[in-house]
């Protein structure tokens, strides 16, 4: 995950450490990456990266890797 202490629209303190935290402790792959400026502040994407991303979100045949069907983490407890 992005975050920025200077984003006002998406609270640093109130998102991303949290929810890397939660994904670390069900065993996920999380990071935080801390970056700077405002919550549509170009350098906070990087296109590389979210390619990279998406790719590895699917399978050898180019298929959508199964998920269980559940976005919201509070649904799953």
């Known amino acids: 995950m ?3 202490p200077e984003d006002t629209w998406v609270r640093e303190s109130e998102n991303a ?3 890397a935290a939660g994904l670390q402790a069900r065993g ?4 935080v990456f801390l ?3 405002t919550h549509d502040d170009p350098s906070h994407f990087d296109v590389y ?3 990279a991303f998406a790719a590895s979100c ?3 045949q180019g298929e959508a890797v199964p998920g269980g069907g559940i976005a919201n983490a509070a649904a799953s407890r």
């Open 2 to 4: 992005v975050t920025s």
């Open 17 to 19: 450490g949290k929810l």
């Open 28 to 31: 996920a792959d999380a990071s």
């Open 35 to 37: 970056v700077h400026g």
């Open 49 to 51: 990266d979210l390619l």
């Open 58 to 60: 699917e399978n050898a």
